[in-house]
């Protein structure tokens, strides 16, 4: 009887009611978003598949193992970590490693960077916590295919804000292909480009947001946060560092000459910066001087412009904003003085002036004769990239036609990576996430006539003596198919 008053007709209609209440709820995807999520995923798996190749040759030894030197050195830091916990490595004693360098050992502390150890060390516990036996080896055999993919999921969201959604896909599937980066994160590779791209990449995406002036100023600061804790990972996990810090003050300075200073770029680049080399000094490798050497000391001279550009723009009388002028150039000129007389600043490392001037290096036959610090060869280039060197020019021009701050950031990252990359072959894999980017704004510029072509709506044709006949959308298919 109680289950016949449970099912009348009233209550029925009243649970039907409710169903379509909460049918209401639903998320809709549209068509365009489902179709993009489905190529990425797919991206992300041939990505993942093209990385675990070396798998094959792994199967007959019964187990996964890494490749080369360092990556060893890697796995026994993080499996330091693992044991021991993490500041065990740096203190109250520091790790003494005799594996790397016998009979006297190496100071782990002063040595390493512990941003790969420390990642692999906490996913392997956050995974095996999860109940998956799998030996810490084989973890970090694995985990550098699964950062390489991550990398072209992490690219196809900066290349969507530069030039639209398949600009993103298209630079994701070439990263996701780029010989070099696959060498770099494939299957054992255990190395610092394992995050070291990654990060790159997502700092560069969270800064670009952060800048943006159609932001809210609550939604820029989380932006710039987020960029400076990653600029700080960049730092605590690759000796790279360096070449972001430099791109982006080099940015910004630019941005400053062509008078498009907003008080959103103080905001952005004194947060980003400002947690980013905090972490950075407290990595042991680099401490507190590496705040006064001459790659870092840019940055504060872009800062004190920014503060003076702030200054200037409040002001509004011409003898005032000269005299600070003047003033500011004074107290620039006097603090690199004193601080070049005192010996706080120090210089550049020989390893990263051979890159800015090869010639260097004959002078150094230690940096010389390591086989991956050799200038690149054109041929390398093109063996690397392939006819999408035709593509990355074309991209090259599409950004000097829309100077937007994106494109701008692109082609100053463009241009300095392809010096570096032929100054010295291994720093190609810093230039691959550039490639990938611009070779996708030069083919979505390039189809951008045929897909419209393709898109409009055919018109009947009309009798005329004389003009031009019409091409039809079959031409712009053809292209689009054969590109």
């Not at 770099?184 to 002036?213: C, K, N, Q």
């Amino acid at each position: 009887m109680q289950l016949r008053k449970k099912f009348t007709k009233e209550n029925l209609v009243n649970t039907i009611k409710k169903l379509k209440k909460l049918s209401a709820l639903r998320f809709t995807v549209s068509y365009e978003t489902a179709l993009t999520s489905i190529i990425l995923i797919l991206i992300f798996f041939i990505a993942f598949t093209v990385r675990m190749l070396p798998l094959k040759w792994e199967i007959q030894t019964g187990g996964l193992h890494l490749s080369e030197f360092d990556p060893y050195f890697q796995y026994r830091f993080t499996e330091y970590i693992v044991k021991h916990g993490y500041i065990s490595w740096a203190w109250p004693e520091p790790w003494i490693d005799t594996q790397r360098w016998y009979p006297q050992g190496i100071n782990v502390a002063k040595a390493g960077f512990p941003g790969l150890p420390f990642t692999a060390a906490f996913f392997y516990q956050l995974v095996t916590f999860l109940g998956a036996p799998i030996k810490l080896m084989d973890f970090c055999a694995v985990f550098p295919a699964v950062m390489g993919a991550l990398a072209c999921v992490a690219i196809f969201f900066l290349g969507r804000d530069i030039a639209g959604t398949p600009a993103g896909l298209i630079s994701a599937l070439v990263l996701a292909l780029s010989p070099s980066y696959i060498t770099r994160t494939s299957l054992g590779f255990f190395d610092d480009e394992t995050i070291g791209i990654f990060a790159l990449i997502v700092f560069m995406f969270l800064f670009l947001r952060a800048i943006d002036t159609d932001r809210p100023f609550t939604s820029s600061m989380g932006y710039s946060l987020a960029a400076g804790a990653f600029l700080g990972y960049f730092c605590s996990g690759w000796g790279a560092s360096l070449y972001p810090i430099g791109v982006t003050t080099l940015f910004v300075f630019l941005l400053l000459l062509l008078k498009r200073y907003s008080q959103k770029l103080l905001f952005a680049f004194s947060l980003t910066f400002g947690l980013g080399l905090f972490i950075a000094i407290n990595v042991p490798r680099l401490g507190v001087k590496f705040l006064g050497t001459w790659a870092i000391l840019p940055v504060a001279g872009v800062f004190a412009l920014l503060c003076l550009n702030e200054v200037i723009r409040k002001t509004k009388t011409t003898k005032w904003k000269a005299t600070y002028f003047v003033i500011f150039f004074g107290s620039i000129i006097g603090g690199f003085t004193v601080l070049w007389a005192l010996g706080y600043m120090g210089g550049i490392a020989g390893k990263f002036i051979s890159v800015l001037n090869p010639f260097h290096r004959l002078g150094v036959p230690l940096i010389e004769s390591v086989a991956e610090h050799r200038v690149t060869a054109w041929g390398t280039i093109y063996y690397e990239f392939g006819i999408g060197v035709a593509f990355f020019a074309a991209g090259l021009y599409f950004l000097l036609g829309n100077l937007t701050n994106r494109n701008l950031f692109l082609l100053i990252y463009g241009i300095t990576g392809l010096y570096f990359a032929c100054s010295m072959v291994r720093l190609v894999v810093l230039f691959s996430p550039a490639f990938s980017l611009i070779l996708a704004v030069g083919v979505v510029g390039i189809l951008k006539p045929f897909v419209t072509l393709v898109k409009s709506p055919p018109k009947l044709p009309s009798k005329r003596r004389y003009g031009i006949e019409r091409v039809g959308r079959e031409y712009g298919g053809t292209v689009i198919f054969l590109t």
